[in-house]
């Protein structure tokens, strides 16, 4: 569930910058947490999912490893193509991604599932993943507004695991993060990384 106004004010504040490229890169911590899992990592490559303008696409690519992006903001597009033009950047729908079964060794979708239908959205992570491949995501369990501690969205995390079928869950830790933009709010959530099961599993 998430409130109405606060989607409103998200798709308002995807009119503008996105807030992302002055924050840390999560995509070091990241690849760390993939070379650590992935047991073959020769011609591995990321799919991050809701790349946005593309930061952490291109902060994959400069720590060595092949990236590409999908971002549905036609605007974050544009953008990113401008300010890393070396990061590939699809004009997609994380619900419907344009990409054949098991395309990608990695998956990397941060901060975004809540704008979707979890239904959707995390088995096609799921399904663009090839077997042994392996994926992080972050699942946010709900998200309070500061000013009057109101709940802007929840959702049931152990449900959302549920979708992630034939995976196995290699890491679930809890997080809590503040963020200004629309208004200020707190996420409380669940970083996870997962690994698909391989073909003859």
Not at 27 to 38: N, T
Not at 61 to 66: E, H, R, T, V, Y
Not at 101 to 112: G, K, Q, T
Not at 151 to 171: G, P, Q, W
Request: net charge negative; glycine share 6%.
């Amino acid at each position: 569930m998430v409130r109405d106004d606060f989607t409103k004010a998200v798709g308002s504040a995807a009119e503008g910058e996105s807030h992302w490229l002055h924050r840390e890169s999560y995509a070091p911590i990241a690849l760390d947490k993939f070379q650590i899992y992935l047991k073959d990592f020769s011609d591995a490559s990321v799919l991050d999912v809701g790349c946005g303008q593309g930061h952490d696409v291109a902060q994959f690519i400069a720590l060595g490893i092949g990236c590409e992006g999908v971002e549905i903001n036609p605007r974050y597009v544009k953008a990113g193509r401008t300010l890393f033009p070396s990061a590939k950047i699809t004009s997609a729908n994380a619900e419907r991604l344009p990409y054949a079964d098991e395309s990608f060794a990695l998956v990397y979708c941060r901060n975004l599932v809540f704008c979707t239908d979890p239904k959707k959205s995390l088995p096609e992570l799921v399904r663009v993943l090839r077997p042994g491949g392996v994926g992080h995501v972050s699942l946010d369990e709900k998200i309070v507004q500061l000013s009057d501690a109101s709940l802007l969205h929840s959702a049931d995390v152990d449900e959302m695991l549920t979708f992630l079928a034939r995976c196995e869950i290699l890491e679930k830790e809890y997080r809590e993060r503040d963020d200004d933009d629309p208004t200020p709010h707190r996420h409380h959530y669940y970083d996870v990384y997962f690994r698909k099961s391989a073909a003859n599993s």
